[in-house]
T-cell receptor
Framework: EPEVTQTPSHQVTQMGQEVILRCVPI?????FYWYRQILGQKVEFLVS????????KSEIFDDQFSVERPDGSNFTLKIRSTKLEDSAMYFC???????????FGSGTRLTVV | GNSVTQMEGPVTLSEEAFLTINCTYT??????LFWYVQYPGEGLQLLLK?????DKGSNKGFEATYRKETTSFHLEKGSVQVSDSAVYFC??????????FGTGTRLQVFP
């Protein structure tokens, strides 16, 4: 069964450093998403991406965040200057169509120290 | 705005017991409704979905019916197994395709 692959599974970074979280969506999917889950809290939408541009973003997704699909296969989330409160599990997802139910990756646990 | 409310956990059951996890929603228009499951150490997996009123989603013995009149999408299973122990998330999309999740309900099944 096709999978969404996320790397690394766990990343520890110092406050103020830049991090890039990587995702390889399912190859024939066209819609891409990032979500995050702070420990013990609900899963929150960050951003959706279609046709090489952001479709929608949440208020969490401020100027410190950016997304990119650099080579037609990878889909990355960059946090420019990490804060302690960015510590969370970050999930990538992809879908062949909108509102169809996504396939999620297994997540990257980001720890900012 | 749109939101999802789930019953708080943990829900603790013996194997072969009947499971209900309540989910209600607030939404404008006609949302699509989903249940996702997160097994320990894993990501979110789509369990079932329903896209219009009175639709029943089902998978792996789990069922949920889209009830517009009560704005509910309760998850049920007739006989749970230890392997069903996980966190279950109710979610919706609409009017855009972003998923809005409930807080999750942890299910613990004991032999």
């Amino acid at each position: 069964e096709p999978e969404v692959t996320q790397t690394p599974s766990h990343q520890v970074t110092q406050m103020g450093q830049e991090v890039i979280l990587r995702c390889v969506p399912i190859s024939n999917h066209l819609y891409f998403y990032w979500y995050r889950q702070i420990l013990g809290q609900k899963v929150e939408f960050l951003v959706s991406f279609y046709n090489n541009e952001i479709s929608e973003k949440s208020e969490i997704f401020d100027d410190q965040f950016s997304v990119e699909r650099p080579d037609g296969s990878n889909f990355t989330l960059k946090i420019r200057s990490t804060k302690l409160e960015d510590s969370a599990m970050y999930f990538c997802a992809s879908s062949p169509q909108p509102r169809g139910g996504y396939t999620f990756g297994s997540g990257t646990r980001l720890t900012v120290v | 705005g749109n939101s999802v409310t789930q019953m708080e956990g943990p829900v603790t059951l013996s194997e072969e017991a009947f499971l209900t996890i309540n989910c209600t929603y607030t939404a404008t228009g006609y949302p699509s409704l989903f249940w996702y499951v997160q097994y320990p150490g894993e990501g979110l997996q789509l369990l079932l979905k329903a896209t219009k009123a009175d639709d029943k989603g089902s998978n792996k013995g789990f069922e949920a019916t889209y009830r517009k009149e009560t704005t509910s999408f309760h998850l049920e299973k007739g006989s749970v197994q230890v392997s069903d122990s996980a966190v279950y998330f109710c979610a919706l999309t609409g009017p855009t395709d972003k998923l809005i999740f409930g807080t999750g309900t942890r299910l613990q099944v004991f032999p």
